[in-house]
């Protein structure tokens, strides 16, 4: 049974930081792709940031691009997003998503993918 547990969301203050990690347990992603996407309150889920690691690329929305890193460690079992700059947009639940065989055109839509966490909540307030 695949599963995926996020940590690191928190309460912040604008221009902060914050670390979100996914680990997932019952099988590895090294060949796969794994990701992140949020939802703020009366919004639709949206895509954050996802590495298709069978080939090594990582993809970002324009929304945090050059504020946003996501990595991940060599066993692919676990994936990392380094949050900058952050301000009260990105107030959100940030959900990690994982699956198998995604063409690149698919990463951006959260219904491709196959596996989810139960969500973090990330606060960005003054």
């Known amino acids: 049974q695949v599963q995926l547990v996020e940590s690191g969301g928190g309460f912040v203050q604008p221009g902060a930081s914050l670390r979100l990690s996914c680990v997932a347990s019952?099988?590895?992603?090294?060949?796969?792709?794994m990701g992140w996407f949020r939802q703020a309150p009366g919004k639709e889920r949206e895509f954050v940031a996802v590495?298709?690691?069978?080939?090594?690329?990582?993809y970002y929305s324009d929304s945090v691009k050059g504020r946003f890193a996501i990595t991940r460690d060599n066993a692919g079992s676990t994936i990392y997003l380094q949050m900058n700059s952050l301000t009260p947009d990105d107030t959100a639940v940030y959900y990690c998503?994982?699956?198998?065989?995604?063409?690149?055109?698919?990463?951006?839509?959260?219904?491709?993918?196959?596996?989810w966490g139960q969500g973090t909540q990330v606060t960005v307030s003054s």
């Open positions: 019952g099988r590895t992603f090294k060949r796969g792709a």
């Open positions: 998503a994982a699956g198998m065989g995604l063409i690149t055109s698919s990463l951006r839509t959260a219904g491709a993918y196959d596996y």
């Open positions: 590495g298709k690691w069978s080939s090594g690329s990582t």
